[in-house]
Nanobody, 115 residues
Framework: QVQLVESGGGLVQAGGSLRLSCGAS????????MGWYRQAPGKQRELVAI???????NYADSVKGRFTISRDNAQNTVYLRMNSLEPEDTAVYYC?????????WGQGTQVTVSS
């Protein structure tokens, strides 16, 4: 059974920082492509950042230079470091694992940025 468990969300003032974590089980984490997505109220879910098994990364234009995705294969965990947070970053953040052609999702963690 595949499980992705996110943590680290919360309420932060604009300009602040948070680090999200996503622990994975039930997959061969080392070969999975891991990603962070977010969904704001009334909006579609969007890609925030992605990291391949080889460590290559890609970011949405809106977060480039502010967010950093990383992974620890020994801990089966992917992280999203978020700096210089803006109210527009407020959303539920979801972890995704793309593993052998299947996509798995976590339950999401709320990030709220106050102005």
């Amino acid at each position: 059974q595949v499980q992705l468990v996110e943590s680290g969300g919360g309420l932060v003032q604009a300009g602040g920082s948070l680090r999200l974590s996503c622990g994975a089980s039930g997959i061969n984490f080392r070969i999975a492509i891991m990603g962070w997505y977010r969904q704001a109220p009334g909006k579609q879910r969007e890609l925030v950042a992605i990291i391949t098994s080889g460590g290559s990364t890609n970011y949405a234009d809106s977060v480039k230079g502010r967010f950093t995705i990383s992974r620890d294969n020994a801990q089966n965990t992917v992280y999203l470091r978020m700096n210089s947070l803006e109210p527009e970053d407020t959303a539920v953040y979801y972890c995704q694992a793309n593993h052998l052609g299947h996509a798995y999702w976590g339950q999401g963690t709320q990030v709220t940025v106050s102005s």
